[in-house]
């Protein structure tokens, strides 16, 4: 319904106005003052489509169709403008969309998402929370468990999964046995839980992260799922029926852009090499995203054929690529033309819709290729604001900045799946098997496109 109303607005916008240009972005990568105003626009935009406090919204939720996962993405753009920008216009917006997803045990898994989450889209809260502790966002008062432990809690839940028993361990796509992809275990969930991983240990100078950061890493690489050598990449992953053996060989950026900015954290912490070599090793394989220098998600956009959660996934390419650049900064002179040339590209492609800046997916299309959406928002205002990655302070710690307190047993390890399942009646478990078996094909379907 919703989108359903703009898209025959634009289009009418479109004809009738085709010369909307005056409110172009007009972006010069040097000027504070054009980052401002191009992220100012673009952030608005990316707002559009949060309708948390209108009838019919939810807070902390966008609308149809974007998913829960991606308001948890989507808080992180915003907090990231909030900080590179120096920005307080949405921070209370932010604050309270944040708190209000908690859920009732404090970590990310609430009432109205446990038929349907999986890891990886409690992951995105958590990286979320995370980054809200690292950039000292306004905590939750001091009776209230603040950033730093929220993201324990996910990271402590997640890790309470790890699954021994296939595939020699690992975690699998869902929580929940009744959501089919059950049976896949995907590389998201673990190099978030991977990446969360790397930055508490950073953050809070607690090695236990550090070992199962390594843990997690080794399983990746020992099923495949990431590569070393000569390239390294980052796959899908795999079903466990076969003990993860067939691996499903498409490269999304999000995947290569949690490991690459998870070993930059690890390396930042830990000066161990290995972790340099690492970064360094996906820092170039991630150049195979790039044409020239413009981002793009190879496994789809070619083909017209992504879908929405993917077309939000070079916004959080964009955001890693930001911070290995800080973190490790040897990487600093090969990421930031890749972050420039793509600014100014995504830039001129948001010249579409009826308010004239609207963004489109594909960056080296000349002008607007008529997409829109959250992805396409988050994405553009992600790489731009990128630009300031360095102008301000690198992620804080528990001891130079950070002041978000937390707890190393966060998160509650009695197994919620077993007493929500009991709760549930049988259409919500088949609606949720349906929505995930969607999902699970769509992945599949695209699985015709393959790197090298
Ligand atoms: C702050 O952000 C808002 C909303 O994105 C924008 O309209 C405003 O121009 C920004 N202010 C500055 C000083 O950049
Ligand atoms: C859960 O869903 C109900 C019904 O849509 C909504 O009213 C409520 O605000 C939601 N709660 C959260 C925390 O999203
Ligand atoms: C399953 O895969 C794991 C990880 O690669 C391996 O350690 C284990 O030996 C395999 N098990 C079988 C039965 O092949
Ligand atoms: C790379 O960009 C050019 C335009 O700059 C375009 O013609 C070409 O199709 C793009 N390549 C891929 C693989 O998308
Ligand atoms: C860690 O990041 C900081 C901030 O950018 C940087 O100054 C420092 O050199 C980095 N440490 C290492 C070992 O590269
Ligand atoms: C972090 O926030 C706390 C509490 O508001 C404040 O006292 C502290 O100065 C902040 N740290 C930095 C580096 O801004
Ligand atoms: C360090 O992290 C581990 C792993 O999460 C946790 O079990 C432990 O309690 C933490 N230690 C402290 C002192 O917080």
């Known amino acids: 319904m919703v989108m359903m109303k703009s898209s025959i607005l634009s289009l009418l916008t479109t004809l009738l106005l085709c010369s909307s240009s005056t409110n172009a972005i007009d972006l010069d990568i040097d000027s504070l003052e054009s980052i401002q105003h191009a992220t100012g626009l673009l952030a608005t935009g990316l707002m559009d489509y949060y309708w948390g406090y209108d009838y019919g919204g939810t807070v902390g939720m966008f609308t149809n169709p974007y998913y829960w996962w991606e308001a948890g993405g989507a808080w992180g753009s915003m907090l990231d403008h909030w900080y590179y920008l120096q920005n307080d216009t949405y921070a209370d917006v932010i604050f309270t969309a944040m708190q209000a997803q908690v859920g009732d045990d404090w970590d990310y898994i609430p009432l109205n998402q446990s038929t349907t989450e999986g890891n990886d889209d409690q992951a995105f809260w958590g990286i979320a929370a995370i980054q809200a502790a690292e950039r000292n966002f306004t905590n939750p008062s001091s009776d209230e468990p603040q950033w730093l432990y929220l993201a324990q809690a996910v990271f402590n839940t997640m890790a309470w999964r790890w699954d021994t028993e296939h ?24 190099a978030g839980l991977f990446h969360i991983g790397a930055r508490l240990a950073r953050f809070t100078g607690n090695d236990s992260y550090v070992d199962w950061a390594e843990e997690i890493y080794d399983w990746l690489l020992g099923v495949n ?8 990449f980052a796959y899908d992953g795999a079903n466990i029926d076969d003990n993860c053996s067939s691996v499903t060989k498409l490269q999304w950026t999000y995947n290569a852009g949690m490991m690459v900015s998870g070993c930059a ?4 912490y830990t000066e161990d090499e290995i972790w340099l070599t690492r970064t360094e090793g996906y820092v170039k394989g991630i150049s195979v995203f790039f044409n020239d220098s413009v981002l793009y998600e190879a496994a789809c956009q070619a083909s017209e054929s992504c879908n929405n959660d993917q077309r939000s996934f070079k916004a959080y390419m964009s955001r890693f690529l930001g911070l290995t650049s800080v973190l490790a900064p040897t990487t600093y002179d090969t990421i930031r033309p890749w972050i420039e040339k793509s600014a100014k590209a995504a830039a001129q492609s948001c010249v579409g819709g009826y308010d004239g800046h609207t963004c489109g997916m594909n960056w080296f299309y000349n002008g607007w290729d008529g997409y829109y959406g959250l992805g396409e928002e988050m994405s553009a205002l992600e790489i731009i604001q990128n630009l300031l990655a360095k102008d301000r302070p690198a992620p804080y710690t528990a ?17 919620i799946a077993y007493d929500q399942l009991l709760t549930l009646d049988g259409g919500d478990k088949a609606g949720a ?7 699970g094909v769509s992945i599949v379907a695209f699985g015709s496109w393959l790197v090298i």
């Open 265 to 268: 954290y690890l390396y930042n």
């Open 167 to 190: 595939c020699g361990g690992g975690l699998r796509w869902q929580i929940f046995q009744y959501n089919s992809g059950y049976d896949y275990k995907n590389t998201v969930s673990n």
């Open 433 to 439: 098997a349906i929505i995930t078996i969607v999902i």
């Open 225 to 232: 799922f990431i590569t070393e050598g000569e390239w390294y």
């Open 399 to 415: 001891t130079n900045g950070g002041s978000s307190s937390g707890d190393g047993a966060a998160g509650s390890p009695t197994v």
